[in-house]
């Protein structure tokens, strides 16, 4: 089968294409041929290195981190799915290459592709719910009576985040580029400030919960719309202590400790709360919210649609947000269709 992988750590540009025998599950797994993969930031992330010291992957690897296809094989213990069963997937870290011809995942990792879902909308949904769905349920408790500002709102995560929120029963605010204000507003935000017109930070306060999914400054500029005592989750911030406990590496406390001093400095100026977020594979929660999906409450957004072949410039677009010659991407998550 053919793989995309990553020779070395470091720049994408420097990613590869090679051959590999199609896998034989283990006792408990399956073997997926896959159809489309989603492109995540976290992508980019494990490529230039910025996880190796929690979770190692010997190079060269293959990238990607969910998928949507059909079962091509089971093992032997595998009691929840059947060779031809259409199914969508995050899998977990040790599972992570889906951005070739066949994957494997552990049976509990996986969930039946929803109905009404063709293969690249299944396909762009696993690991931005979930993250949507762990940032609100477990690393905080987003409710009826709860006030989430979610940071671009029409981005892959930003887009399935205002919807989960609201199926919580949350109060959303967002921020997004003028061109995409009415698409925030049709996926059910409350508030939407344009941030090319408007400073958010000065528009909205007293919030319960920040989902931070651009980093750096921002993350910093976000925690001031928060009510004391609220929580700003990031996604893409330095992580810290509890990055190194669910890695199983306890030892990497202290230097979680260090990389996240910033923002927790200025969360405790500001009496309130930093936690970072790298989400999990979890089956049963995909499960969960599959009728969510047949329904369309919640309904994916899917931006850019690469051939499996341009793997490459669908890497490019989620680094830089572009790709040199061709016109700015639609809003939505980012897809490889093999």
Do not use: C
């Not at 599950?25 to 896959?34: D, M, R, S, T």
């Amino acid at each position: 089968m053919k793989t995309y992988q990553v020779p070395q750590y470091g720049d994408i540009s420097q990613m590869q294409w090679n051959e590999h025998p199609i896998p034989e599950p283990g006792a408990h797994e399956i073997v997926v041929k896959v159809a489309a993969g989603g492109v995540n930031p976290v992508d980019i992330m494990i490529a230039h290195g910025d996880f190796k010291l929690l979770f190692p992957q010997k190079t060269p690897f293959t990238l990607g981190n969910e998928f949507a296809g059909t079962v091509s094989a089971v093992g032997s213990e595998v009691t929840r799915f059947a060779v031809g069963d259409e199914v969508f997937a995050r899998p977990r870290n040790k599972n992570m290459g889906t951005f070739a011809e066949f994957a494997v995942a552990h049976e509990d990792d996986v969930a039946l592709k929803p109905t009404n879902l063709t293969m690249v909308e299944a396909a762009s949904i696993p690991l931005v719910m979930l993250t949507a769905i762990q940032a609100f349920t477990e690393k905080t408790k987003v409710g009826p009576r709860s006030k989430v500002f979610i940071q671009g709102g029409t981005g892959g995560l930003g887009s399935i985040a205002i919807q989960v929120a609201k199926h919580l029963g949350a109060f959303v605010a967002t921020t997004v580029s003028t061109p995409n204000v009415e698409l925030a507003k049709e996926l059910g935000a409350d508030v939407v400030v344009d941030y090319r017109t408007e400073n958010y930070e000065l528009a909205l306060s007293e919030y319960d919960v920040v989902l931070d999914t651009l980093g750096g400054d921002e993350t910093l500029r976000a925690m001031k719309v928060l009510a004391p005592g609220g929580t700003l989750v990031s996604v893409v911030g330095p992580p810290d202590t509890s990055l190194a406990e669910a890695a199983g590496k306890p030892w990497l406390k202290p230097l979680m400790f260090a990389m996240s001093r910033k923002p927790r400095a200025a969360a405790k100026k500001l009496n309130v709360q930093y936690k970072f977020l790298l989400m999990h594979a979890d089956g049963a929660k995909l499960d969960e919210y599959r009728p969510v999906l047949e329904s369309g409450e919640i309904r994916p957004v899917v931006g850019s649609v690469f051939a499996f072949e341009d793997t490459d410039q669908a890497l490019e677009l989620a680094e830089a947000g572009k790709i040199k010659g061709q016109p700015k991407p639609k809003p939505g998550k980012i897809v490889v269709e093999m």
